[in-house]
């Protein structure tokens, strides 16, 4: 904008006139910003509730959808109570992080609530560390080698 009043001669008739801001109006009020004040400036009658949301609640648990899946039966279910006898899993090692020194990687491993710290060739529990890179080591167990990764 200043870069156009600077190049602006003035009327085009040649004479020089003064402008100057006219009086505001000052009977009005500013304008309303946020909805609270606009709310406590306006008059508004008491109204009525039109519609309300009362019938929308629900007043019932929502059905169970796998209901159509349970047992049939007394007897599916008796059969299904049966616990199967199951071998307890075995804990494998977690894979926690590596490190490197002057070339030689470590495994820091966590099994059965320790924290080991392993290079290649160390053994622990039954596992022995064939090799530690980068992002992962490699174990082996009853000649079964697995890549375990971060």
Aim: a negative charge.
């Amino acid at each position: 904008m200043a870069g156009i009043w600077w190049g602006w001669d003035g009327v085009p008739s040649g004479r020089q006139e003064i402008i100057r801001e006219t009086k505001n109006d000052t009977s009005s009020s500013p304008p309303v910003f946020s909805a609270s004040d606009r709310d406590a400036e306006e008059e508004r009658p008491e109204g009525r509730l039109v519609e309300g949301t009362a019938p929308s609640l629900r007043r019932r648990p929502l059905p169970d959808i796998f209901a159509g899946s349970a047992p049939k039966s007394a007897a599916d279910s008796a059969e299904k109570a049966r616990p199967v006898a199951a071998a307890p899993a075995a804990e494998l090692p977690v894979l926690c992080g590596t490190m490197e020194h002057n070339g030689a990687y470590l495994a820091l491993f966590r099994h059965r609530g320790e924290t080991l710290v392993c290079a290649a060739g160390d053994s622990f529990d039954g596992y022995t560390v064939v090799s530690v890179y980068q992002d992962g080591a490699q174990l082996e167990k009853d000649g079964i080698c697995a890549a375990v990764s971060m």
